[in-house]
């Protein structure tokens, strides 16, 4: 019998885990990996610029992966049209690879508003390892940069800036900033923290035109009037999956390549996954773009298993952000700003603390945290919500009690036994692999620190002092 032909498209973690995935199924195969890029995690891109890991320790496979996976790599190659009929992918050297199941795995892009002088050199988007060496070589002594959009990416790259010792601008068109993942409440607490940090923050403003000056500096015109004079530009207004490929193939797309619960495209020999792929929501909405790491990982190694012949139904991804702003954590989850829903929210304006929590009758659906990131126990009940939001479970009188405490999730979530619920659900295909990249300052420790073990030997009495909690349903 002759061997099967797999061949992916985009090297990022949808890609990787798809190779992965196929190659633990079927050791024959014959595996072909094209990618403009080569491998490399696009979410270290910020440890990279703030200096705390090489430029090496970003890549997530080289010759001895490939070899060890047995993949031929055609990196530096784009693929450029599919004909879905004859099962052929045409690359941009001319040559054309055959398959029986192809995945698309091709991310997604920035988008660049039509600024006047958006070409200008020291102009940059921040998405592509080829970016921040742009970013880093510009650099000067006491660099000075403005980001044009205050959303996810922008405040992660900000922050990385920040902490390489750049003077910072942001500025957002909306009135607030993060305003695709917090509420207003909760971003006013961000923008708080960052000009504490002394980053000028200006929103509900434009950038209508970027100029140069004769010494080589930006100057930035905005709508409001004012002008900013930096080194570096930064444009990070959104994202948009990579979808032309499979329209032009005649694949059904939305906002992304559309994909059923097996990864599978409205072509049967063809799966998308990771930022390009739309696909199930965990919690029952439409199928969803969730341009998120996790979601990429999860999506190639289902579409990796069920190329190669399982039958592995996907439960659907969650929408999720977390992010590190300068010390702060700012985390929204599931469907924290739907309508119609009820909510609770609890603020403590003093200690950076803010708290939404959505309803649907005793489940909660959706959850908006803020707080410093060295709180271990802010850290816990980020996890918590997302267990419980993800899980889905029924909290009964636990809803009331976390409505009046709610900065104890933890309570509800042992009794509610959530982590059970989420043990028992059966885990796609045994636990994700820890990638290349690593921290320069930090030791991985493989044994508990004392203090763990302490915590595991005490007796929950003197950890907890006991306070009267309703009888869960
Ligand atoms: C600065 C930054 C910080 C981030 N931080 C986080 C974070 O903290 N948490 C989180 O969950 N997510 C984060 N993300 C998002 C995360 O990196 C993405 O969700 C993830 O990389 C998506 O994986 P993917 O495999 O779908 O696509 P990608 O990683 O984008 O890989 C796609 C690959 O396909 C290649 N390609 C595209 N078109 C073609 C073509 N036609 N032919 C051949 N190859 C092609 C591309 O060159 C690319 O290498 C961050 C992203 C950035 C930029």
Redesign the pocket.
């Known amino acids: 019998m002759s061997r099967a032909q797999y061949v992916i498209?985009?090297?990022?973690?949808?890609?990787l885990n798809a190779v992965e995935s196929i190659r633990a199924q079927d050791r024959q195969a014959d595996i072909k990996l094209?990618?403009?890029?080569p491998a490399y995690a696009?979410?270290a891109?910020?440890y990279y610029l703030s200096g705390r890991i090489e430029r090496a320790h970003l890549l997530t496979a080289d010759p001895a992966y490939y070899d060890r996976h047995g993949v031929e790599p055609l990196v530096g190659?784009?693929?450029v049209s599919l004909d879905t009929g004859s099962r052929q992918l045409r690359l941009s050297d001319g040559q054309v690879l055959a398959y029986d199941k192809l995945l698309l795995?091709?991310?997604?892009s920035p988008t660049v508003p039509p600024i006047p002088g958006r070409e200008l050199p020291g102009v940059h988007t921040?998405?592509t390892l080829d970016d921040a060496d742009r970013v880093i070589q510009a650099a000067v002594s006491q660099p000075e940069a403005l980001m044009v959009g205050a959303g996810f990416?922008g405040l992660?790259?900000l922050s990385a800036m920040l902490k390489a010792g750049w003077r910072l601008h942001v500025t957002e068109m909306l009135p607030q900033v993060l305003p695709r993942m917090l509420d207003r409440a909760a971003a006013s607490l961000v923008s708080d923290w960052l000009r504490a940090r002394g980053v000028q923050v200006h929103t509900e403003t434009q950038v209508i035109a970027i100029q140069e000056t004769p010494s080589g500096r930006k100057r930035v015109l905005m709508e409001s009037g004012s002008q900013i004079e930096v080194d570096v530009v930064i444009v990070a207004t959104g994202v948009r999956p990579?979808v032309d490929?499979a329209q032009a193939a005649g694949l059904q797309v939305e906002s992304g390549i559309l994909v059923n619960e097996y990864l599978q495209t409205s072509d049967r020999n063809v799966y998308a996954?990771?930022?390009?792929a739309q696909g199930p929501d965990r919690l029952g909405g439409p199928r969803a773009v969730h341009?998120?790491?996790?979601t990429?990982t999860d999506h190639?190694r289902l579409a990796g298993a069920n190329m190669a012949g399982q039958s592995v139904a996907y439960p659907g991804s969650l929408s999720m952000n977390?992010?590190d702003v300068m010390g702060l954590h700012c985390v929204s989850i599931g469907r924290w700003d739907a309508r119609g829903l009820e909510s609770s929210t609890a603020a403590d304006h003093s200690r950076a603390l803010y708290r939404r929590l959505v309803w649907e009758e005793d489940r909660l659906v959706g959850a908006v945290l803020v707080g410093p990131s060295p709180d271990l126990a802010l850290v816990n009940d980020i996890g918590m919500a997302k267990g419980m939001i993800q899980a889905q479970v029924h909290l009964g009188a636990w809803r009331r009690y976390i409505e009046s405490n709610p900065w104890d999730l933890r309570r509800p979530f042992t009794a509610a036994r959530v982590t059970e619920l989420l043990l028992n659900e059966p885990a796609i295909l045994g636990p994700s692999r820890p990638r290349i990249y690593r921290f320069r300052d930090l030791q991985v420790e493989s044994e508990f620190r004392p203090t763990h073990s302490q915590l595991l030997r005490a007796r929950p009495e003197a950890l907890v002092p006991p306070i009267p909690a309703p009888p869960l349903r």
């Open positions: 498209v985009g090297a990022g973690p949808a890609g094209v990618s403009v890029e696009r979410m891109l910020p190659q784009r693929a795995a091709p991310g997604s921040f998405w990416v992660i790259v990579n490929l996954a990771g930022d390009a341009a998120i790491q996790p990429a190639g977390i992010l």
